[in-house]
């Protein structure tokens, strides 16, 4: 039983930590080299990896959709520590709006504009910084989603994600707010419950063993009178 508890806390957990990492925003240092609009089959289970930004999307089958072609800075910690190199990374272009993640994204075109603008080459480059979510798979043909660019001056520059630092701790704090709510309705409320049922299974265990008592009693007293 234990090891099932302690299975299913794992799963539990990985399940979050997948969410959280898909949908969290992420920064990557970037150099853009082009942006294009293709046309996407909507027709299969990677429909979970677009974007639903209205509800006519959700019943078509394929739509245009622009990308974002770039040279993206190599990191190692989920993007904390810079590496030497790089290597490609293409951005699909959607609006999330209302739906979720809740990005409330609406401004694609303008987006487009912004990386049309800073596209550069190797020999002069034009750095910036990609706020995204999601996952690239090439498999799958799955693409981050990006929510906003911004240029910077060169692929250097320390990102620090306030949000996702203030999210975790507004979640600590949450979840420590929640338990100690759960531990005094407990104390105050549960415990005294139990403390109660338990009171009254006693007296009742304590009332069945008397009343069987008596009956012993009765029952010896008959076989005292048939061994006379």
Do not use: C
């Not at 739509?63 to 910690?77: A, H, W």
Request: aromatic letters at 14%; zero cysteines; hydrophobic letters at 45%.
């Amino acid at each position: 039983m234990r090891r099932i508890k302690i299975a299913f806390r794992v799963t539990v957990f990985v399940i979050v930590g997948l969410l959280l990492h898909y949908t969290l925003p992420q920064h990557d240092i970037v150099r853009v080299v082009n942006t294009y609009q293709e046309r996407q089959d909507l027709n299969d289970w990677t429909r979970i990896f677009w974007a639903r930004p209205d509800d006519q999307s959700a019943a078509l089958i394929n739509r245009d959709v622009q990308f974002i072609q770039t040279v993206k800075q190599r990191t190692m910690l989920l993007g904390f520590i810079p590496r030497e190199g790089t290597e490609v990374m293409v951005y699909r272009n959607e609006d999330t709006g209302w739906s979720w993640p809740f990005y409330f994204k609406f401004d694609t075109a303008n987006l487009q504009t912004e990386a049309d603008d800073l596209v550069s080459t190797a020999d002069d480059p034009k750095w910036a910084v990609m706020t995204h979510y999601g996952w690239r798979n090439e498999y799958i043909s799955a693409f981050p989603n990006a929510v906003a660019i911004r240029p910077v001056e060169g692929p250097d520059v320390t990102i620090i994600p306030w949000f996702n630092i203030f999210f975790f701790i507004f979640v600590i704090v949450a979840i420590l707010f929640l338990r100690a709510m759960w531990r005094q309705f407990r104390e105050r409320s549960v415990d005294p419950l139990l403390d109660a049922a338990g009171h009254q299974i006693d007296e009742v265990q304590a009332e069945v063993s008397e009343r069987k008592g008596r009956i012993s009693r009765w029952l010896d007293t008959w076989r005292e009178k048939d061994k006379r």
